[in-house]
């Protein structure tokens, strides 16, 4: 559950946001894009609680500190939905990044044995040596 | 004028800090002290044209030094 609370003299709101339900990968995702909209500091313990504080850059009414509220808890869910989703298709994604390196591989060269290689042919003689040629005519 | 900032060190690491002084300096003196689970920084002589800002600037910027790692 989240919770809300407006301070209109500070010009600011602090949302407690229960990390069992939004991750703290969710929480900055959330504060990144809200980081040109709003002033933000995070605190709080990440395994119970995060406390979001929302500083406005100028100054908010009441109705505007809301709406910034909403829109934040509104990319909050998006950023949770995200990281939801990347997660259970974590595997899945390994495994298709995995198979595509794989084939980007190239083929093992296979070595293939020529036993008849006519090099090893002397039909010349050319091979023999000089002493062996001449000492069988002695 | 000095000014102290505490950031939690579940959510902001030394080197962020280190990093967003480092591109505040012409703005400000700052000092950084890691008292174990806060990052202390106190910012004196600080430039008059931000100082209604510098707080919650160094704040942002820091966080999203976080994000770069």
């Known amino acids: 559950m989240k919770k809300v609370k407006i301070d209109k003299i500070k010009n600011q709101i602090i949302v407690t946001v229960d990390s069992k ?6 929480v900055y995702g959330a504060a990144y894009v809200f980081l040109d909209k709003a002033y933000l500091r995070l ?9 979001v504080i929302l500083k406005g850059k100028k100054e908010l009414t009441e109705k505007q500190l809301e709406k910034l509220k ?14 939801k989703i990347s997660e259970s298709n974590k595997k899945i994604r390994e495994y298709v990044v995995g198979k595509a390196l794989f084939s980007a591989m190239p083929p ?19 091979a023999v040596p000089w002493e062996e040629k001449y000492e069988k005519g002695k | ?50 100082k209604d800002v510098i707080e919650d600037e160094f704040c942002n910027y820091a966080l999203s030094e976080v994000k770069d790692g």
């Open chain 2, 1 to 50: 004028m000095i000014k102290i900032i505490e950031l939690n060190k579940n959510f902001y690491n030394l080197k962020a800090v280190k990093r967003t002084a480092k591109a505040y300096k012409e703005l400000a003196r700052f000092s950084i002290k890691d008292t174990g689970k806060k990052i202390e920084v106190t910012m004196k002589n600080i430039d008059e044209d931000v």
């Open chain 1, 108 to 126: 093992e060269i296979e070595e293939t044995e020529e036993k008849d290689e006519d090099w090893q042919k002397d039909d010349l003689g050319i």
């Open chain 1, 70 to 83: 909403d829109e934040f808890l509104n990319e909050l869910l998006n950023y949770g939905l995200r990281y």
């Open chain 1, 43 to 51: 605190d709080g313990n990440p395994k119970k609680e995060i406390l």
């Open chain 1, 21 to 26: 339900l939004y991750p703290l990968e969710a």
